[in-house]
């Protein structure tokens, strides 16, 4: 008898006898209702398993009915007030009794479901939600259909279709070693799919590539995949300490943990679930340690640190002058400062259209329509040591020439030659600092690249070659589109560039695919084909010789073009690229608005691919044609950028309003840029678009003679913004002015050490290990730079030089330092200096390197590398001293002097020390001694 129960029992389990009587068919809902569900998937949802008499009803279903006898009619709360069957009541969860009652709702809410149901679960806390209805307009149904949770009533911006945990992938059997780290085969778990084409099985590579580089790699193993052409190996062999570890997990489904070993810090959990990896569809999400993220890229923000409240950024390269959008350049890269101020970054390395969402938990979810999932992950520890080791990766900046250091007028609406001039002519009326002047698109003939206006701007090769003579170089606006309308023998470049067939072709690959831009119905040059660079080379050389321009400006690199797609009808065919299963959050809701169709092809591939490289290529190959033409150093603007594009190139910010608000979000554009590895770059002074006031002007131009790139600009439909227009303006531009080029050789070595060792040139407070830690509070100093210089950066040791006009005249002046001793007294710096033009002094070791160091009253000079003779002939003559005390005498080089002056302008923090003119090759031992008690 005893043993028959439990026989009984066992069968029940698994068959119909648990059943309940009283819950027939046709009153089961649906407690699974996605693919195939097992009693373990069901049980684990503590719902009832059992089969159904008829099998259109569901196996696994909750133990309340859909009409329950004891709720009244009278409480019901109209669940589906849109109208619906008892099919459509049903997926909503909510409960379905027909009644004779006129106007009592026949589909109600269950009131003992707190969540809105139980496709709702409370096991998965809000801030980890990753979404399963990224796009717009989730509908209950299509969640439930795409095997996902469904919970309405939750605080804004929260998905309500989200994925269930179990979602993703299996490891098929153990990770196996490999010299560099594990390999590890994935199979797919057949639920949830979001938008099909999924993937069955996926490799991931986990390469332990250095002490603090770490790379997964997720691809599909059986098929060659689009992949971005920048290559970031280890050594081959895993370093044999390392600063993280990863754990593999497969409960309930494949996830990773990437630690921190020093602190036992989880920096990267992807148990938050959410893998997908389809063709058109990969995602990944994590849980984070801190919500101290920056970075992701380019969009206009006025914060530095991220919005984690769900906010969304789509990266995808676009020509819009609009906030809270995805921009010219796409940057899949963030930094993210730990709880314990450690810092680690991580880059995504795929080209596609991609978003990412921020989750308060803190998490982020990672989504990306193309390529592969390629993570890298930068150990730092330091903010700084982040974005030297990313920088490193994937390409530190290029060195710029000296004289790029130096103050940039600019201006689109020129009407002719004598307009610029009077520009300038105010510049010089001034006496306002001056090195670079442009000439945006209106100095071509008919927007043609390579050619002049033989009428507006006669006369301009002539002039630039007076403005030269003056110390301010020419720099010229480039845009890859050419006008493909003249007739043979026209236009050479065009001919050349047919020739040699530089073009991006359409969705065939053998016929170049029209645009229109500029000078009307264009080509666009293929630049990722090598063709393309002989040809771009050749006319950049050529074209030298008509017109002695010093940097290149390429613009409208998105590429940018001024019909969506084509001129075609229809513009572009309706295929999965160019209308993918899903669009990211990108502008417009269209991968081809105001650019190339997604089938457009280039020889690294199709512009579903490689669109958002478009401006990284061209900076690729614009770098090398310049120096070609020039024979020297150089700068190339670039609107559109992607990681690894600041080897190469430039970046202003963009088409930016003259408002308030513009001048403040510049900063932190200038402080994103400095993340991706393109630390040469600022917004136009005084904005774009729109006319700025007297008192913004003024202001603008105060802050942005402290961007490294520092120019102002205007857009041809407002009036003049030139600091000249206003003569206060003239005044405060030049006095700031000043100031900065004062501080050049300090801004110059700090460009050689970005370009040497990586890292920032500007960086927040936050990058400093005290102020990560506390808050600083900044004294009322009267100038916003030198408060940072003086509070964040004591201990320093700032070479500074007389300033003047143009750097071709103070790069002749007199040295100084300026010292800021810390609390023991202690103080250090260095001086980078070289010829400012030759191409790559490190490399041939044609520079000078200086190293200056204060301690125990005494500063000292030692020669690092001592490659440049021209240095033999600059002084130093002025050394100003904070936080010394009072000074009793001064000792230089062993000789005590008694004609050194105190500044006139001291005060108690400040002693300045005007020196009879020591020559700058001071070695080491001696220096300038101040005794103070
Ligand atoms: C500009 O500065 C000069 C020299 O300091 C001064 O003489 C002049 O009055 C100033 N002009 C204005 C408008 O402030
Ligand atoms: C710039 O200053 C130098 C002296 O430092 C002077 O010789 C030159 O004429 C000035 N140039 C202009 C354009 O004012
Ligand atoms: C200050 O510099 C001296 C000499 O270089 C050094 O011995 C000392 O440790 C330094 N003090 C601090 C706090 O760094
Ligand atoms: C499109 C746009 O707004 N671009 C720039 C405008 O200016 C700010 C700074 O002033 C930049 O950060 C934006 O990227």
């Not at 033989?454 to 002039?463: D, Q, S, T």
Request: negative net charge; aromatic residues 12%; hydrophobic residues 35%.
């Amino acid at each position: 008898m005893w043993t028959y129960v439990i026989l009984l029992f066992l069968t029940a389990t698994s068959t119909l006898g648990q059943c309940p009587v009283d819950i027939p068919d046709d009153e089961r809902r649906d407690c699974y209702p996605w693919e195939n569900p097992t009693q373990g998937d069901c049980e684990a949802r503590g719902c009832l398993w059992c089969a159904p008499i008829d099998p259109e009803y569901p196996h696994c279903f909750y133990n309340t009915k859909v009409c329950p006898s004891e709720m009244p009619e009278s409480s019901r709360v109209d669940c589906m007030p849109e109208g619906g069957l008892r099919a459509d009541c049903l997926r909503k969860n909510c409960l379905w009794c027909e009644t004779d009652t006129p106007d009592v709702p026949w589909c109600f809410t269950d009131p003992d479901s707190s969540l809105g149901g139980e496709y709702c679960p409370a096991d998965i806390p809000e801030s980890e939600r990753v979404d399963c209805h990224p796009e717009s307009d989730a509908s209950v149904q299509e969640c439930l259909d795409r095997g996902c949770y469904w919970c309405e009533n939750t605080a804004e911006n929260v998905p309500w279709c989200f994925m269930p945990r179990q979602a993703g992938y299996r490891m098929a059997g153990s990770p196996v070693e490999t010299p560099q780290g594990y390999q590890i085969v994935l199979d797919r778990i057949n639920t949830p799919s979001v938008f099909g084409q999924d993937i069955g099985q996926i490799t991931l590579d986990v390469e332990f590539q250095t002490e603090q580089r770490l790379r997964l790699k997720f691809y599909d193993a059986s098929t060659s995949r689009f992949e971005v052409p920048i290559t970031i190996s280890g050594t081959g062999t895993a370093p044999v300490v390392k600063d993280y570890d990863v754990t593999f997990s497969n409960d309930p489904v494949f996830n990773f943990q990437i630690k921190r070993i020093s602190t036992d810090t989880v920096i990267f959990d992807s148990s938050i679930g959410g893998l997908q990896f389809a063709d058109q569809y990969i995602q990944i999400a994590g849980r984070l340690d801190s919500d101290k993220v920056y970075g992701f890229g380019e969009h206009e923000k006025s914060y530095f640190k991220h919005d984690m409240n769900w906010k969304r950024w789509a990266m995808w390269t676009r020509d819009q002058a609009t906030t809270d959008s995805n921009l010219y350049g796409s940057h899949p890269f963030y930094l993210n400062v730990e709880q314990s101020s450690n810092a680690h970054g991580v880059l995504f390395l795929n080209a596609n259209a991609q978003e990412v969402t921020l989750q308060p938990a803190p998490a982020l979810t990672y989504r990306t329509i193309g390529g592969i999932l390629d993570m890298y992950f930068f150990l730092g520890p330091t903010p700084e040591e982040v974005i030297q080791q990313y920088t490193m990766s994937v390409g530190t900046p290029v060195m710029p020439p000296y004289w790029a250091l130096g103050f940039q007028l600019c201006r689109w609406g020129y009407t002719d030659l004598d307009h610029l001039k009077a520009a300038v002519g105010r510049m010089r009326l001034y006496d306002i600092p001056h090195d670079v002047q442009y000439g945006d698109i209106d100095y071509m003939d008919g927007y043609k690249d390579f050619t002049i206006d033989p009428v507006n701007f006669a006369g301009l090769p002539e002039y630039v070659q007076q403005l030269k003579s003056e110390g301010t170089r020419f720099v010229i606006i480039l845009d890859p589109a050419i006008s493909n309308t003249p007739s043979p023998g026209e236009y050479p470049p065009l001919d050349r560039g047919n020739a040699e067939n530089v073009w991006v072709r359409d969705y065939t690959g053998s016929n170049p695919q029209e645009g229109q831009v500029w000078p009307g119905m264009v080509y666009f040059p293929d630049y990722t084909r090598s063709a393309t660079e002989q040809w771009w080379t050749n006319e950049c050389v050529l074209f030298k010789d008509e017109l002695d321009y010093e940097g290149l400006w390429i613009d409208m690199n998105e590429p940018a073009n001024f019909v969506d797609g084509s001129d075609e009808d229809p513009p572009c065919r309706d295929n999965r690229f160019n209308n993918p299963p899903y669009i990211p959050i990108v502008g417009d809701n269209l991968l081809w608005k105001k650019t190339l169709c997604m089938d457009t092809i280039q020889d690294l591939g199709m512009s579903y691919n490689t669109h958002s490289l478009y401006g990284w290529s061209m900076a690729k190959q614009t770098l090398p044609a310049v120096r070609s033409a020039l024979g020297r150093r150089s700068i190339v603007f670039s609107r559109s950028t992607f990681p690894g594009a600041g080897q190469w190139g430039q970046h202003w910010l963009g088409d930016n309003w003259s408002q308030w608000y513009n001048l403040k979000a510049s900063l932190i554009g200038v402080l994103d840029f400095n993340l991706f590895g393109m630390p040469y770059t600022g917004a136009d002074i005084c904005g774009f678009l729109g006319t700025p006031t007297e008192d913004l002007c003024r202001r603008w131009q105060q802050i942005g003679a402290f961007y490294p790139f520092s120019r102002n600009h205007n857009h041809e439909s407002y009036p003049d913004q030139d600091p000249g227009m206003w003569p206060t303006v003239a005044n405060d531009t030049r006095n700031t002015l000043l100031i900065r080029y004062r501080l050049l050789p300090y801004l110059y070595t700090l460009f050689h050490k970005a370009h040497t060792t990586g890292g920032t040139v500007v960086r927040s407070l936050m990058f400093e290990e005290k102020n990560r830690l506390s808050v600083v509070t900044i004294p009322p100093f009267s100038h916003p730079l030198i408060a940072l210089i003086y509070t964040s950066e004591e201990g320093y040791i700032i070479p500074v030089q007389q300033p003047a006009n143009s750097t071709l005249f103070s790069r002749s002046n007199p040295f100084g330092f300026v010292v800021s001793l810390d609390d023991n007294g202690n103080a250090s710096g260095d001086l980078f200096w070289d010829d400012g033009e030759a191409i790559d002094t490190q490399g041939t070791g044609t520079y000078f390197l200086g190293s200056y160091t204060a301690s125990g009253s005494t500063l000292t000079g030692t020669v690092s590398h001592d490659g440049y003779s021209e240095a033999s002939n600059l002084v130093i003559d002025d050394v100003e001293i904070h936080g010394a005390g009072t000074v009793t005498s001064i000792v230089i080089n062993g000789v005590t002097h008694s004609d050194w002056n105190q500044h006139p302008e001291s005060q108690e923090w400040r002693e300045t020390f005007i020196l009879p003119g020591e020559p700058i090759l001071a070695s080491s031992g001696n220096g300038v001694e101040s005794t103070s008690h």
